[in-house]
Protein backbone atom coordinates (compact mmCIF):
# COMPACT_ATOMS: atom_id res chain seq x y z
CA UNK A 1 0.00 0.00 0.00
CA UNK A 2 0.83 3.82 -0.49
CA UNK A 3 2.43 5.65 2.37
CA UNK A 4 -0.20 7.67 3.23
CA UNK A 5 -0.31 11.67 4.40
CA UNK A 6 -2.69 14.18 5.99
CA UNK A 7 -1.67 17.82 5.48
CA UNK A 8 -3.09 20.47 7.61
CA UNK A 9 -1.77 23.68 6.94
CA UNK A 10 -4.18 25.53 9.57
CA UNK A 11 -3.80 29.18 9.51
CA UNK A 12 -1.58 32.25 8.11
CA UNK A 13 1.63 31.61 6.78
CA UNK A 14 0.86 27.54 7.40
CA UNK A 15 -1.24 27.85 4.28
CA UNK A 16 1.35 29.16 2.13
CA UNK A 17 4.15 27.36 3.55
CA UNK A 18 2.67 23.96 2.67
CA UNK A 19 1.97 25.11 -0.84
CA UNK A 20 5.85 24.90 -1.45
CA UNK A 21 6.08 21.47 0.19
CA UNK A 22 3.01 20.61 -2.05
CA UNK A 23 5.69 20.92 -4.53
CA UNK A 24 7.88 18.56 -3.08
CA UNK A 25 5.96 16.21 -2.78
CA UNK A 26 4.09 16.34 -6.35
CA UNK A 27 8.11 16.30 -7.76
CA UNK A 28 9.12 13.13 -5.58
CA UNK A 29 5.97 11.57 -7.21
CA UNK A 30 7.05 12.20 -10.10
CA UNK A 31 10.44 11.37 -10.00
CA UNK A 32 10.64 8.50 -7.88
CA UNK A 33 8.64 4.90 -7.91
CA UNK A 34 6.04 5.90 -5.04
CA UNK A 35 3.23 7.58 -4.50
CA UNK A 36 1.62 9.20 -1.55
CA UNK A 37 -1.63 8.96 -0.49
CA UNK A 38 -2.52 12.72 0.24
CA UNK A 39 -5.56 14.38 1.96
CA UNK A 40 -5.44 17.78 2.67
CA UNK A 41 -8.42 19.14 5.81
CA UNK A 42 -8.44 21.68 8.25
CA UNK A 43 -7.06 22.64 11.40
CA UNK A 44 -7.07 25.26 14.29
CA UNK A 45 -9.06 28.71 13.03
CA UNK A 46 -9.71 27.20 9.23
CA UNK A 47 -11.17 24.54 11.26
CA UNK A 48 -13.60 26.83 13.58
CA UNK A 49 -14.48 29.13 10.55
CA UNK A 50 -15.87 25.98 9.03
CA UNK A 51 -16.91 23.96 11.55
CA UNK A 52 -16.97 25.45 14.80
CA UNK A 53 -14.38 23.55 16.67
CA UNK A 54 -10.48 23.98 15.97
CA UNK A 55 -10.49 19.76 14.63
CA UNK A 56 -13.10 18.52 13.21
CA UNK A 57 -14.08 14.29 14.28
CA UNK A 58 -13.48 13.22 11.13
CA UNK A 59 -10.07 15.05 10.88
CA UNK A 60 -9.13 13.60 14.14
CA UNK A 61 -9.88 10.09 12.91
CA UNK A 62 -8.11 10.34 9.65
CA UNK A 63 -4.75 11.41 11.27
CA UNK A 64 -5.21 8.70 13.49
CA UNK A 65 -5.38 6.33 10.39
CA UNK A 66 -2.89 7.54 8.43
CA UNK A 67 1.07 7.28 8.41
CA UNK A 68 2.26 10.55 8.92
CA UNK A 69 0.78 14.35 9.73
CA UNK A 70 2.13 17.49 8.33
CA UNK A 71 1.51 20.14 9.90
CA UNK A 72 1.62 24.19 9.42
CA UNK A 73 0.52 26.25 12.25
CA UNK A 74 -1.99 27.40 13.72
CA UNK A 75 -3.63 30.65 15.30
CA UNK A 76 -4.28 34.59 14.43
CA UNK A 77 -5.38 37.58 16.17
CA UNK A 78 -8.89 37.25 15.10
CA UNK A 79 -8.83 34.39 17.00
CA UNK A 80 -7.52 35.58 20.51
CA UNK A 81 -11.01 36.21 21.90
CA UNK A 82 -12.47 32.96 21.02
CA UNK A 83 -13.39 30.87 24.65
CA UNK A 84 -10.62 28.57 25.18
CA UNK A 85 -12.37 25.48 24.60
CA UNK A 86 -12.16 26.53 20.55
CA UNK A 87 -9.00 28.27 20.21
CA UNK A 88 -7.07 27.46 17.62
CA UNK A 89 -3.98 25.91 19.54
CA UNK A 90 -6.79 23.07 21.40
CA UNK A 91 -6.93 21.97 17.83
CA UNK A 92 -3.41 21.10 18.19
CA UNK A 93 -3.58 19.74 21.73
CA UNK A 94 -6.16 17.37 20.63
CA UNK A 95 -4.24 15.94 18.01
CA UNK A 96 -1.50 15.30 19.97
CA UNK A 97 -2.87 13.59 23.52
CA UNK A 98 -5.28 11.62 21.58
CA UNK A 99 -2.21 10.55 19.15
CA UNK A 100 -0.26 10.15 21.89
CA UNK A 101 2.74 11.79 20.83
CA UNK A 102 5.17 11.41 24.01
CA UNK A 103 8.31 11.68 22.04
CA UNK A 104 9.10 15.44 20.60
CA UNK A 105 12.08 15.53 18.49
CA UNK A 106 13.97 19.17 17.55
CA UNK A 107 17.15 18.30 15.45
CA UNK A 108 19.48 21.34 15.31
CA UNK A 109 21.67 21.38 12.06
CA UNK A 110 23.87 23.39 10.88
CA UNK A 111 23.27 24.59 7.35
CA UNK A 112 26.95 25.70 6.34
CA UNK A 113 25.57 29.50 4.25
CA UNK A 114 23.88 30.22 7.34
CA UNK A 115 26.41 30.08 9.92
CA UNK A 116 26.85 33.53 10.25
CA UNK A 117 23.16 33.18 12.03
CA UNK A 118 24.99 31.01 14.43
CA UNK A 119 24.93 32.39 18.02
CA UNK A 120 28.24 30.07 18.21
CA UNK A 121 31.16 30.88 16.02
CA UNK A 122 30.99 29.45 12.72
CA UNK A 123 33.60 26.32 13.44
CA UNK A 124 31.95 25.13 16.20
CA UNK A 125 28.70 24.68 14.42
CA UNK A 126 30.06 24.18 10.85
CA UNK A 127 28.41 20.51 9.64
CA UNK A 128 26.73 20.26 13.12
CA UNK A 129 23.55 17.54 12.98
CA UNK A 130 21.82 16.88 16.05
CA UNK A 131 18.35 15.19 17.85
CA UNK A 132 17.02 16.34 20.62
CA UNK A 133 14.53 13.31 22.06
CA UNK A 134 12.53 15.31 24.81
CA UNK A 135 9.77 13.53 26.67
CA UNK A 136 6.41 15.53 25.76
CA UNK A 137 3.52 14.12 27.86
CA UNK A 138 4.74 13.53 31.51
CA UNK A 139 7.49 14.90 34.17
CA UNK A 140 6.97 17.79 36.08
CA UNK A 141 4.69 19.77 33.60
CA UNK A 142 1.69 16.98 34.89
CA UNK A 143 2.54 15.71 37.88
CA UNK A 144 0.57 15.79 40.88
CA UNK A 145 0.57 16.42 43.43
CA UNK A 146 0.37 20.68 42.14
CA UNK A 147 -1.09 24.02 42.87
CA UNK A 148 -0.31 27.11 45.20
CA UNK A 149 -1.25 26.90 48.69
CA UNK A 150 -1.23 28.16 51.54
CA UNK A 151 1.73 26.72 54.37
CA UNK A 152 2.12 28.69 57.84
CA UNK A 153 1.51 31.83 56.93
CA UNK A 154 2.67 32.13 53.18
CA UNK A 155 1.94 31.40 49.76
CA UNK A 156 3.83 28.10 48.53
CA UNK A 157 3.91 26.97 44.77
CA UNK A 158 4.51 23.42 43.98
CA UNK A 159 5.21 21.06 40.96
CA UNK A 160 5.88 17.35 41.06
CA UNK A 161 8.70 16.12 38.63
CA UNK A 162 7.01 12.23 38.60
CA UNK A 163 8.40 9.44 35.85
CA UNK A 164 6.65 5.81 35.63
CA UNK A 165 9.22 3.36 34.32
CA UNK A 166 7.01 2.68 31.36
CA UNK A 167 7.18 6.54 30.56
CA UNK A 168 10.85 6.61 30.10
CA UNK A 169 11.22 3.42 28.53
CA UNK A 170 8.69 4.09 25.74
CA UNK A 171 10.63 7.42 25.04
CA UNK A 172 14.06 5.96 25.34
CA UNK A 173 12.89 3.16 22.56
CA UNK A 174 11.63 5.83 20.04
CA UNK A 175 15.06 7.84 20.82
CA UNK A 176 17.30 4.29 20.64
CA UNK A 177 15.11 3.27 17.44
CA UNK A 178 15.74 6.82 15.74
CA UNK A 179 19.73 6.65 16.55
CA UNK A 180 19.66 3.41 15.22
CA UNK A 181 18.77 5.48 11.66
CA UNK A 182 21.20 7.78 12.48
CA UNK A 183 24.80 8.01 13.80
CA UNK A 184 24.14 5.29 16.46
CA UNK A 185 25.47 7.09 19.29
CA UNK A 186 22.80 8.39 22.48
CA UNK A 187 23.16 10.82 25.15
CA UNK A 188 20.94 10.22 28.30
CA UNK A 189 20.76 13.81 29.93
CA UNK A 190 18.84 13.92 33.42
CA UNK A 191 20.13 15.45 36.99
CA UNK A 192 20.78 11.44 38.79
CA UNK A 193 23.14 13.50 41.66
CA UNK A 194 20.02 15.29 42.99
CA UNK A 195 16.65 13.72 41.16
CA UNK A 196 15.32 10.48 41.98
CA UNK A 197 13.62 10.73 38.87
CA UNK A 198 16.69 11.36 37.36
CA UNK A 199 18.30 7.81 39.02
CA UNK A 200 15.49 6.00 37.71
CA UNK A 201 15.92 7.28 34.05
CA UNK A 202 19.40 6.47 34.14
CA UNK A 203 18.47 3.01 35.08
CA UNK A 204 15.56 2.24 32.42
CA UNK A 205 17.69 4.09 29.53
CA UNK A 206 20.38 1.44 30.40
CA UNK A 207 17.99 -1.36 30.45
CA UNK A 208 16.32 -0.53 26.96
CA UNK A 209 19.95 0.27 25.70
CA UNK A 210 20.38 -3.81 25.97
CA UNK A 211 18.14 -4.16 22.98
CA UNK A 212 20.16 -1.59 20.99
CA UNK A 213 23.46 -3.59 21.24
CA UNK A 214 24.81 -1.36 17.96
CA UNK A 215 24.08 2.13 19.66
CA UNK A 216 26.78 3.98 21.67
CA UNK A 217 24.79 5.16 25.00
CA UNK A 218 26.34 7.75 27.34
CA UNK A 219 24.67 9.55 30.18
CA UNK A 220 25.39 12.96 31.34
CA UNK A 221 23.82 15.59 33.73
CA UNK A 222 21.53 18.08 32.11
CA UNK A 223 23.48 20.85 33.57
CA UNK A 224 26.63 19.79 31.96
CA UNK A 225 24.96 19.07 28.96
CA UNK A 226 23.66 22.46 28.76
CA UNK A 227 27.53 23.83 28.65
CA UNK A 228 28.60 20.89 26.12
CA UNK A 229 25.79 22.09 23.76
CA UNK A 230 27.05 25.54 23.68
CA UNK A 231 30.85 24.34 24.37
CA UNK A 232 30.99 21.52 21.57
CA UNK A 233 27.34 20.42 19.94
CA UNK A 234 29.07 18.09 17.30
CA UNK A 235 29.84 15.63 19.89
CA UNK A 236 26.16 14.72 19.90
CA UNK A 237 24.14 12.43 17.75
CA UNK A 238 21.15 11.78 19.39
CA UNK A 239 19.87 13.45 23.16
CA UNK A 240 17.13 11.90 25.10
CA UNK A 241 15.99 13.82 28.04
CA UNK A 242 13.01 14.68 30.41
CA UNK A 243 9.94 17.58 29.30
CA UNK A 244 11.57 20.16 31.46
CA UNK A 245 15.03 19.69 30.73
CA UNK A 246 13.94 18.95 27.13
CA UNK A 247 12.21 22.02 26.51
CA UNK A 248 15.25 24.11 27.95
CA UNK A 249 17.82 22.41 25.71
CA UNK A 250 15.86 21.97 22.55
CA UNK A 251 15.27 25.95 22.40
CA UNK A 252 18.90 26.38 23.60
CA UNK A 253 20.16 24.06 20.63
CA UNK A 254 17.67 25.43 18.24
CA UNK A 255 19.81 28.86 18.39
CA UNK A 256 22.72 27.15 17.17
CA UNK A 257 21.74 27.18 13.73
CA UNK A 258 19.51 30.29 13.56
CA UNK A 259 16.37 31.41 12.37
CA UNK A 260 13.25 30.24 13.05
CA UNK A 261 12.24 29.68 9.49
CA UNK A 262 15.02 27.30 9.44
CA UNK A 263 13.48 24.68 11.87
CA UNK A 264 11.64 21.60 11.43
CA UNK A 265 10.22 19.51 14.51
CA UNK A 266 8.40 16.01 14.64
CA UNK A 267 6.26 14.23 17.12
CA UNK A 268 6.21 10.27 17.74
CA UNK A 269 4.06 7.56 19.59
CA UNK A 270 3.34 4.25 19.95
CA UNK A 271 4.35 2.01 16.70
CA UNK A 272 0.88 1.27 14.71
CA UNK A 273 0.36 -2.25 13.22
CA UNK A 274 2.66 -1.43 10.08
CA UNK A 275 5.54 -1.14 12.74
CA UNK A 276 5.87 2.61 11.99
CA UNK A 277 5.07 5.13 14.80
CA UNK A 278 2.00 7.36 14.86
CA UNK A 279 3.68 10.70 14.01
CA UNK A 280 3.09 14.63 13.37
CA UNK A 281 5.20 17.01 12.21
CA UNK A 282 5.57 20.91 12.01
CA UNK A 283 7.56 23.87 11.61
CA UNK A 284 8.25 24.82 14.97
CA UNK A 285 7.52 28.47 14.30
CA UNK A 286 3.41 29.61 14.33
CA UNK A 287 1.00 31.41 12.06
CA UNK A 288 2.97 34.98 11.55
CA UNK A 289 0.33 36.91 11.34
CA UNK A 290 2.78 39.96 10.77
CA UNK A 291 3.83 38.85 7.54
CA UNK A 292 0.90 36.36 6.36
CA UNK A 293 -0.26 36.60 3.01
CA UNK A 294 2.56 38.56 2.17
CA UNK A 295 4.40 35.74 0.09
CA UNK A 296 7.34 36.91 2.61
CA UNK A 297 7.60 33.35 4.82
CA UNK A 298 10.58 30.85 4.64
CA UNK A 299 8.93 27.70 3.44
CA UNK A 300 12.31 25.82 5.07
CA UNK A 301 11.22 25.04 8.31
CA UNK A 302 8.33 23.12 6.86
CA UNK A 303 10.07 21.21 3.99
CA UNK A 304 12.41 19.96 6.21
CA UNK A 305 9.79 18.34 8.34
CA UNK A 306 8.93 16.73 5.40
CA UNK A 307 12.01 15.47 4.88
CA UNK A 308 11.97 14.36 8.70
CA UNK A 309 8.57 12.52 7.53
CA UNK A 310 10.34 10.70 4.95
CA UNK A 311 13.71 10.05 7.19
CA UNK A 312 11.51 8.67 9.90
CA UNK A 313 8.11 7.42 8.67
CA UNK A 314 8.72 6.40 5.43
CA UNK A 315 12.26 5.04 5.17
CA UNK A 316 13.11 7.40 2.81
CA UNK A 317 16.26 8.48 4.19
CA UNK A 318 18.42 9.22 1.18
CA UNK A 319 15.30 11.00 -0.57
CA UNK A 320 15.37 12.95 3.16
CA UNK A 321 19.13 13.33 2.40
CA UNK A 322 18.50 14.76 -1.00
CA UNK A 323 16.09 17.09 0.09
CA UNK A 324 18.35 18.37 2.77
CA UNK A 325 21.00 19.16 0.46
CA UNK A 326 18.78 20.79 -2.02
CA UNK A 327 18.25 23.60 0.77
CA UNK A 328 21.71 23.42 1.67
CA UNK A 329 22.25 24.50 -1.71
CA UNK A 330 19.66 27.20 -2.08
CA UNK A 331 20.93 28.99 0.90
CA UNK A 332 24.48 28.65 -0.44
CA UNK A 333 23.41 30.20 -3.77
CA UNK A 334 22.00 33.11 -1.73
CA UNK A 335 18.59 32.81 -2.82
CA UNK A 336 16.83 33.73 0.64
CA UNK A 337 13.63 35.04 1.79
CA UNK A 338 14.17 38.39 4.67
CA UNK A 339 14.18 36.03 7.58
CA UNK A 340 17.52 35.00 6.63
CA UNK A 341 19.39 38.06 5.47
CA UNK A 342 20.73 40.58 7.61
CA UNK A 343 21.93 42.84 4.40
CA UNK A 344 20.22 45.97 3.72
CA UNK A 345 19.22 46.35 -0.01
CA UNK A 346 19.31 42.48 -0.98
CA UNK A 347 15.96 41.78 -2.26
CA UNK A 348 14.60 38.94 -0.45
CA UNK A 349 13.06 36.22 -2.23
CA UNK A 350 9.46 35.52 -2.18
CA UNK A 351 7.98 31.86 -0.22
CA UNK A 352 7.52 30.75 -3.92
CA UNK A 353 10.76 31.98 -5.22
CA UNK A 354 12.17 30.07 -2.26
CA UNK A 355 9.98 26.85 -3.31
CA UNK A 356 10.49 26.83 -7.01
CA UNK A 357 14.50 27.07 -6.31
CA UNK A 358 14.40 23.85 -3.89
CA UNK A 359 12.37 21.96 -6.58
CA UNK A 360 15.10 22.97 -9.42
CA UNK A 361 18.01 22.09 -6.50
CA UNK A 362 16.09 18.30 -6.57
CA UNK A 363 16.11 18.67 -10.23
CA UNK A 364 19.67 19.10 -10.66
CA UNK A 365 21.40 16.63 -8.04
P1 LIG B 1 5.52 33.05 15.15
O1 LIG B 1 6.45 31.90 15.11
O2 LIG B 1 4.29 32.95 14.35
O3 LIG B 1 6.32 34.37 14.70
C1 LIG B 1 7.43 34.91 15.41
C2 LIG B 1 8.25 35.83 14.49
O4 LIG B 1 9.02 35.05 13.57
C3 LIG B 1 7.36 36.76 13.64
O5 LIG B 1 8.01 37.99 13.48
C4 LIG B 1 7.28 36.02 12.31
O6 LIG B 1 7.08 36.89 11.21
C5 LIG B 1 8.64 35.33 12.24
N1 LIG B 1 8.52 34.05 11.51
C6 LIG B 1 7.96 32.91 11.99
N2 LIG B 1 8.00 31.95 11.06
C7 LIG B 1 8.60 32.48 9.98
C8 LIG B 1 8.92 31.97 8.68
N3 LIG B 1 8.63 30.71 8.30
N4 LIG B 1 9.51 32.81 7.79
C9 LIG B 1 9.81 34.07 8.14
N5 LIG B 1 9.55 34.61 9.35
C10 LIG B 1 8.94 33.82 10.27
O7 LIG B 1 5.16 33.29 16.69
P2 LIG B 1 4.15 34.36 17.35
O8 LIG B 1 4.23 35.63 16.58
O9 LIG B 1 4.46 34.35 18.78
O10 LIG B 1 2.69 33.74 17.19
C11 LIG B 1 1.82 34.04 16.12
C12 LIG B 1 0.63 33.10 16.14
O11 LIG B 1 1.06 31.76 15.92
C13 LIG B 1 -0.12 33.09 17.47
O12 LIG B 1 -1.50 32.96 17.20
C14 LIG B 1 0.41 31.85 18.16
O13 LIG B 1 -0.51 31.31 19.07
C15 LIG B 1 0.62 30.93 16.99
N6 LIG B 1 1.64 29.89 17.20
C16 LIG B 1 1.37 28.66 16.69
C17 LIG B 1 2.28 27.64 16.78
C18 LIG B 1 1.96 26.36 16.12
O14 LIG B 1 1.05 26.28 15.33
N7 LIG B 1 2.70 25.31 16.40
C19 LIG B 1 3.58 27.83 17.46
C20 LIG B 1 3.81 29.18 17.92
C21 LIG B 1 2.85 30.15 17.80
MG1 LIG C 1 10.05 26.15 24.81
Same mark, same amino acid.
Given at each position: ???????????????????????????????????????? &? @????????????? =? #? /????? !?????????????????????????????????????? &? @????????????? =? #? /????? !????????????????????????????????????????????????????? #????????????????????????????????????????????????????????????????????????????????????????????????????????????????????????????????????????????????????????????????????????????????????????????????
Amino acid at each position: TNPSLLILPGDGIGQEVMAEVRKVIDWIGAKRDVTFDVSE &D @LVGGAAYDEHGVP =L #A /DETMA !KAQEVDAVLLGAVGGPQYDDLDFSVKPERGLLRLRKEM &D @LFANLRPAQCFDA =L #A /DFSSL !KKDIVSGLDIMIVRELTSGVYFGEPRGISEVDGQRVGVNTQRYTEAEIERGAR #AAFELAMKRDKRLCSMEKANVMESGILWRDVVTEVSKDYPEVELSHMYADNGAMQLVRAPKQFDVIYTDNLFGDILSDCAAMLTGSLGMLPSASLGAPMENGRPKAMYEPVHGSAPDIAGEGKANPCACILSFAMALRYSFDMGAEADRLEAAVEKVLADGVRTGDLLNEAGVKPATTSEMGNAVIAALDAS
